[in-house]
């Protein structure tokens, strides 16, 4: 008796085990809308209320918190349509956690197409086409340009854009006797020095990622000459040297004056902007989702972001990019909800709510974005005059790659380990060898 | 007849761990050998087979050969170091004291919270910068100067392995004390008659008998030393440069985010072939330690 009681007893509690991971597994992936329920045929996008209920699933790059707002003014405008979140923080555990679900046929009805994917995601066609949609119109033809692929398939809908340049700490700056931000190359190196003299942090750029100092020179001294150097160079009639020594030079000149120093090999983008909240950095370079991080750090910070300039007084860029995209999967089974989805997400409600939720700039047709008042001059003179720039974003193959090899080598070059000229040499031979395989 | 229809009992039982462990290590393992023969680039579906071109490329490669140094440093590093010290931890929990238990857990802690949290809390603590956590206390208890713990390559490397033995040292001072109280008091009673002092008593009974714990303590050491991942990459993610990159973590970038399968299962199959060699070496050599003293 005792033997059969023990055995129903391990028997019972192994099923109730499989019956808890089934039922998990039930709840992800895109398997949301049971077989029975109909979807009436040819159902217009507006008047939610026609719609069948559904739920669809959606793998944000952006947390729950940030999405928020536009979850919640969706479910009010379709209250049938359930939306299954799920999440992955960027950049590379999104990457790998969509290529997964990709791989296994078990993407959600709605993801993010993220600089690095995008190419892959259009050669293999996992996204839908949406150029013939109606909230494609508010699209500005950078967003469009971006997200088309070769065969002319609108794959993403991107409605922001990210800028990044150097906040610069006012105070500090009237501290030392600045009056005006540097507009030069060279005298931006001399207001470092003189901070350096004075004892102040003069400049943190991250250098866990490509620095931003270096890609901005990198739009500035080559992109701005010539706008299809990448094209150029994925064809084979450019190297990476041929457009990347001078600004990994100009990079280099900072590590050798102590401007960029060691210390930044072993801080992370958090622990750089804490300093600078703390207002013992006088410039600090990084991007437009830093500043209402550092607003709300310290509400009596005076800072504004400014772009990266050259060697002629007034030539600039700024480092930046169309944002990643809202993508519909291809293989999806809710695709009237899906473009409910999205068709909400490009009303000026829409528009509104993920601005709030994501404090992202909001760059559509007809909609003017709140900038954050340090922001103002980044938006016109870089955003909207188009003068801002990211490798990734125009390279055709191994953007993660030779990216991931790229940060290293740039590491390597801040301590000494290796010339400009040769993390140049590094990055084709890492494409090369890349393409060999 | 009796015993055949026990041991057949037995048999079934393992059967649905024996599935699941077919499901999700074996078969994994046999896809990876196939893969590794293959272009596989994680996102097209199509792919073409290449033969042993992908383990040749292995040696070929620079960042490979730095992991493959740092994981061997690290590996040996925290294994002789964890030894060393928790083997004197555990003689030490061994005696009886007010706070015995108190301190048992306290230092039991650090291995139960993931890798991966506890380096991201002690990357903030080894800050390099002046209001770094231990540069801040350094400076104001001893007044050394600002030290460059994730920065400068040699004392990032320090700074891994530093992090790795704290969270470990732990664990196998515990194991070791398991092990203490299987030692018979009548030994300690003898040597104390016949006028062993306690270090001699240490070195001649306590070590020895303590054999088949180190068989252990340092087999798993030393697998897990080769293994590591989510220290270094929380502390430093590789840097600065390609320093502190470990075997894994280049298996995974190679892998997943370059999308090089073919060549990072090529990597993976070597790794274990690898590991399997030297954990059976070590293992052995052990064993024949433990024979002789026993």
New interface residues.
């Given amino acids: 008796m005792k033997k059969i009681m023990s055995m129903l007893i391990i028997v019972l509690s192994?099923v109730m085990l499989v019956a808890a991971c089934s039922s998990n597994s039930g709840n992800n992936g895109n398997n949301g809308s049971s077989p029975a329920e109909t979807k009436k045929p040819g159902e217009s996008e507006e008047g939610g209320v026609e719609l069948a209920p559904t739920t669809i699933s959606f793998l944000s790059w952006n947390s729950e918190q940030q999405m928020k707002p536009v979850l919640d003014g969706f479910k009010a405008q379709y209250p049938q349509i359930k939306i299954d979140f799920q999440h992955s923080p960027p950049v590379?555990e999104y990457?790998?956690k969509l290529?997964t679900m990709?791989?296994t046929d078990s993407a959600t009805d709605v993801f993010i197409v993220s600089s690095e994917m995008r190419r892959?995601i259009m050669?293999?066609g996992y996204a839908m086409d949406l150029k013939d949609q109606p909230f494609t119109k508010v699209l500005p033809p950078p967003a469009l340009k971006i997200n088309t692929d070769l065969d002319g398939n609108l794959i993403a809908f991107s409605q922001s854009s990210w800028i990044a340049g150097v906040y610069y700490n006012k105070a500090l700056f009237k501290q030392v006797g600045i009056e005006e931000y540097p507009d030069s190359w060279e005298k931006f190196v001399s207001a470092a020095l003189k901070f350096k003299e004075a004892g102040i942090t003069p400049f943190y750029v991250n250098v866990?990622d490509l620095p931003s100092v270096l890609t901005g020179l990198v739009g500035l001294e080559t992109i701005q000459q010539d706008s299809d150097y990448d094209k150029k160079l994925f064809a084979g009639e450019k190297r990476f040297a041929d457009g990347w020594v001078k600004p990994l030079q100009k990079v280099n000149e900072l590590v050798e004056k102590g401007i960029i120093t060691?210390?930044?090999?072993?801080?992370?983008e958090d622990?750089m902007a804490a300093?600078f909240i703390?207002g013992?950095v006088a410039m600090f370079a990084s991007g437009s989702w830093q500043a209402s991080a550092i607003e709300a750090g310290n509400p009596e910070l005076e800072f504004e972001m400014k772009p990266y300039y050259g060697d002629e007084p007034g030539s600039y860029y700024y480092a930046g990019n169309i944002n990643t995209g809202f993508a519909i999967n291809a293989k999806t089974k809710n695709k009237e909800a899906a473009l409910a989805f999205f068709n909400y997400l490009s009303t000026s409600e829409g528009l509104q709510k993920f601005e709030e939720g994501t404090k992202t700039i909001v760059t559509a047709e007809g909609y003017k974005p709140d900038v954050h008042p340090a922001l103002a001059e980044a938006y016109e003179k870089g955003l909207i005059a188009g003068k801002i720039y990211l490798p990734m974003a125009y390279w055709q193959r191994?953007a993660?790659?030779i990216r991931?090899h790229t940060v290293?080598?740039v590491?390597?070059m801040?301590?000494g380990?290796l010339t400009p000229e040769q993390v140049a040499e590094e990055m084709d031979a890492k494409l090369a060898e890349?393409d060999k395989? | 007849m009796k015993k055949r229809m026990q041991s057949l009992q037995y048999q079934w039982f393992l059967l649905?761990i024996l599935t699941v462990y077919s499901i999700f290590t074996v078969y994994p393992l046999l896809k990876s050998f196939v893969l590794s023969m293959t272009?596989f680039n994680?996102?097209?579906?199509q792919y073409n087979f290449v033969g042993l071109a992908n383990y040749g490329r292995l040696f070929r490669d620079q960042?490979i050969i730095s992991g493959v140094s740092f994981t061997l440093s690290y590996a040996i590093a925290t294994t002789l170091i964890i030894t060393l010290l928790a083997i004197p931890l555990a003689l030490i929990l061994d005696n009886k004291f007010f706070t015995r238990n108190l301190h048992r857990a306290i230092f039991f802690f650090p291995s139960i919270p993931s890798g991966l949290l506890l380096a991201y809390v002690w990357?903030?603590i080894?800050?390099?910068?002046s209001?770094g956590v231990l540069n801040k206390i350094l400076k104001s208890t001893f007044g050394l100067s600002t030290q460059?713990?994730?920065?400068?390559?040699m004392l990032?490397k320090i700074s891994v392995i530093m992090v790795a033995v704290w969270a470990a040292v732990g664990w196998h001072a515990i194991l070791y004390l398991a092990f203490l109280q299987g030692i018979s008091k009548d030994y300690y009673e003898a040597a104390a008659i016949d006028g062993a002092t306690r270090l001699k008593q240490i070195r001649h009974i306590t070590l020895p008998l303590l054999a088949p714990a180190m068989t252990v303590s340092v087999m798993l050491l030393l697998t897990g030393g080769l293994k590591v991942f989510e220290i270094p990459f929380a502390l430093?993610?590789?840097?600065?440069?390609?320093e502190t990159y470990t075997i894994t973590q280049v298996i995974v970038?190679r892998g997943?985010?370059?999308?090089?399968y073919?060549?990072a299962s090529a990597m993976a199959i070597v790794f274990f072939l690898i590991v399997l060699a030297l954990t059976y070496f070590q293992v052995t050599v052990m064993q024949k330690r433990e024979e002789r003293i026993q």
Avoid: R, Y
Wanted: glycine share 12%; aromatic share 6%.
């Fill in positions: 192994m590379q990457n790998s290529q990709l791989l892959q050669n293999e866990q060691k210390d930044t090999l072993g801080l992370q622990q300093e703390a013992s191994h993660e790659a991931a290293a080598s590491q390597n801040i301590f380990k890349l395989k | 649905p272009d994680g996102i097209s579906k960042t990357g903030f080894l800050s390099p910068i209001s460059p713990w994730l920065s400068d390559p990032a430093t993610k590789g840097g600065p440069g390609f970038m997943v985010n370059e999308g090089q073919g060549l």
